[in-house]
C-alpha cells in the first residue's frame, strides 16, 4: 500500500467516476483503475462496487475512506510544513473566491501581489460559499474568500473589507433621478436575484424584505446564474437588482443599459472574509494576500485597518 493508491481511492470516492478521478489525479483512467483493484487486492476488500453505468462505494469503503482521507491529507500537511520551512511566500497559494467576489477584486490585487511578493503563485478556484467551505475542509484549498460568516472551530475566519450594495436599475427607470433612494423605495421594486446558493441573493432578499412579499410574476421564477446575466435582465427592463460596489468596476456599467444608484439603508453591505485553517502552515503566504486585498481596494469599499491575521503576525516575531 502506498500514498498514491490512497489518493486514488480519496479521488474515486469524491467523483464516483473514473474518468474525473483520473483526470483529477492527472493519470490516464486505466492507470487508475489498476491501481484500484491492486489496493483492493492488497487489502483483501471490495472498496467500489462498479457497474457498467456507476461507481459506488461498498460498506467497507465507506468505513475505510476516512483513514485513506486522513493519511493524505496528513502526507500533505507534512508536505506543506517542509515547503513553509523553506519559504512560505514561494510557490502556489491555492485561494477561493465566491463569484460575486472573484471577477472584480482579483484584477485589483494580481499586479500588486506579483509586485510584492514575485514568488506567491495564487491559484484561484470559483465557487458558492457552500462548495469552498468543503473544498477547504478537504485541504485542497488554501484559503479562501467569502461574504458570510462561518462557525467552525477548525477555521479561522477574518474581515477585510465592507461593501456597500448599490441599486441597479434600468437606464430610464423614475428611480434613476432621485436624489436619496431608501428602502421603502427598494422594497416595491421588482426584484432580480441569484440562483439558489448564492450568498448575494440571500442579502438582497433580507435587506429588501422580500420575505414579506408573496411570490408571483415573472421575477418569482426567473433567477440568473451569475450577477452579469443578471445585469442583462435589469438592462432589458425585467426589474431591478443589488450589486456589490466591487462590481461598480465592470463593463456592464458602459454597455449594458444599467444605471447603478447609491441606497441609503445601513444594513445594504457585505463583509468579505478571509477564512483558512488554522493548521495551515503558511500563514505568512495568508497574512500577504490580506495585506495586499487591504492595500488595493477601490474608494468604494471600507476596507478594515485591522485585517491583518493575528496568527500570522505571531510566526513573525
Known sequence: MNLRDLKYFV??????HFGHAAARSFVSQPTLSGQIRKLEQELGVALFERTTKSVALTPVGEALLPHARRSVEEADALAQHARAQRDPLAGPLRVGAIPTIAPYLVPVILAPLHRHHPGLKLVLSEEITPILLDRLRRHELDAILIATPVEDAELQMHPLFEEPFWLALPRKHPLVQKDAITRRDIETLDMLLLADGHCLAEQTMEICRMADRKDS????????????TLLQLVGAG????????????????TDAGV????????????????????????????????????????NTVRGLKSARPPAAKQTTK
Open 217 to 228: 410574476g415573472e421575477q418569482a421564477d426567473l433567477r440568473a446564474a451569475s450577477l452579469e
Open 238 to 253: 425585467m426589474g431591478a437588482t443589488l450589486v456589490p460596489a466591487l462590481a461598480l468596476r465592470g463593463a456592464w456599467m
Open 259 to 298: 444605471i447603478a444608484r447609491p441606497i441609503k439603508v445601513p444594513d445594504a453591505y457585505r463583509r468579505v472574509l478571509l477564512v483558512w485553517r488554522k493548521s495551515f502552515p503558511r500563514l505568512p503566504a495568508v497574512d500577504a494576500l490580506a495585506e495586499v486585498i487591504t492595500s488595493n481596494l477601490p
Open 11 to 16: 479521488a474515486l470516492a469524491d467523483t464516483r
